[in-house]
């Protein structure tokens, strides 16, 4: 058996990860400026200055860079609400944090950045990973919550940890769906979210 | 001053009010089999005989038309609801039977009649006044029912009743959107609205 020879590749240019990293900035980018559908895989190539046929290398088609960008910019708000999981509040105070910052920065992102929220919709109804993986996330960081709630006796523990969960889960959506989120004015939904996790608060009372 | 007399008009055809509901009819039948956005006012008006200058006396533009029939369509599901607060059943079991039908009910109406779902979702999304009916009667029997469980006993009174309602009515919202409902099979829908009826009820408690 012959031993196997590291092959070192003569260099090119920025390395694999950089260049795929190159094209979801430039995608998020484009995305930005001129939306999800009117941007071509041709335009980003061209924008750093590369082929097409180079771009898909890293990328088989479009949408999957669409879904790289997403699981960008989700995976930034998941990165945030993470850090109120790990707070010294009480589990009550995490989860009212939880569900009005999941608001404020699902509207960021949708709203601020217009044309993302194209992006985000087609990622959420047609359940794109990085959707999925997003919906994932939260129900993990409301699992530890509820658990904690209920270990520090905060919460009530007679009704099965994954049906407060995944009930919860279902009330926390429309602060999350870029669907949902268009549909009413910030302010509205921001009395909304207070209203519906006091409602929260009031099933988990023991 | 001179007495009003009543003016008769020959009778030429189906009274004005049969002729509006005629329009209704087609359109309904329209929509179903070609969906809203590709039927015209001129399709509708040859189906039933007259011409389209003719249907403009009694709808203004087809999104009026379209606003009629979604009228029609939740009107029936408000009457049926409505049943449910009249019936001799504790409030916890009307507000069960409440969220269970509306679910059923906007199922049955947005997918088994699949092209008047997107109608639906128009009205949804743009607001029109069919939709915002249907949301101000499912907020009205919502709060008969409350101010029963609370007077009954059943339920805390505590919470301010507005909060009570505007936090269950928002808790209610993707049961009857046809958005939110495309987005999870009837089985998952089911199960979820069967945990969140439950959360609900928790919050209720005294």
Redesign the interface.
């Known amino acids: 058996m012959k031993p196997e020879i590291p092959v070192v590749l003569p260099h090119r240019g920025p390395a694999l990860h950089e260049r795929r990293e190159q094209i979801i900035r430039a995608a998020l980018d484009h995305f930005r400026h001129y939306g999800y559908s009117k941007t071509s895989v041709a335009d980003l190539a061209k924008a750093i200055g590369v082929s097409s046929a180079y771009v898909y290398k890293f990328f088989e088609s479009k949408q999957a860079i669409g879904e790289a960008v997403c699981m960008h910019s989700l995976g930034q708000i998941d990165d945030a609400l993470r850090e109120i999981v790990h707070t010294n509040q009480s589990a009550s105070d995490k989860l009212k944090e939880l569900f009005s910052s999941l608001l404020s920065k699902s509207l960021a992102l949708f709203f601020e950045e217009r044309r993302l929220h194209d992006i985000a919709a087609v990622a959420?109804?047609n359940?794109w990973s990085s959707a999925n993986n997003h919906r994932a996330a939260l129900y993990s960081m409301l699992k530890q919550i509820i658990v904690e709630g209920r270990e520090k006796g905060e919460f009530?523990s007679d009704?099965p940890l994954d049906?407060?969960c995944?009930?919860?889960a279902?009330?926390m959506?429309?602060f999350s769906?870029p669907?949902?989120l268009?549909?009413k004015t910030p302010e509205q939904l921001e009395?909304?979210v207070l209203?519906?996790t006091?409602?929260?608060l009031?099933?988990?009372a023991k």
């Open positions: 959420a109804t359940h009530e009704t049906e407060v995944m009930a919860i279902g009330v959506t429309p769906h669907l949902m268009e549909e009395e909304r209203v519906i006091n409602l929260v009031r099933s988990l």
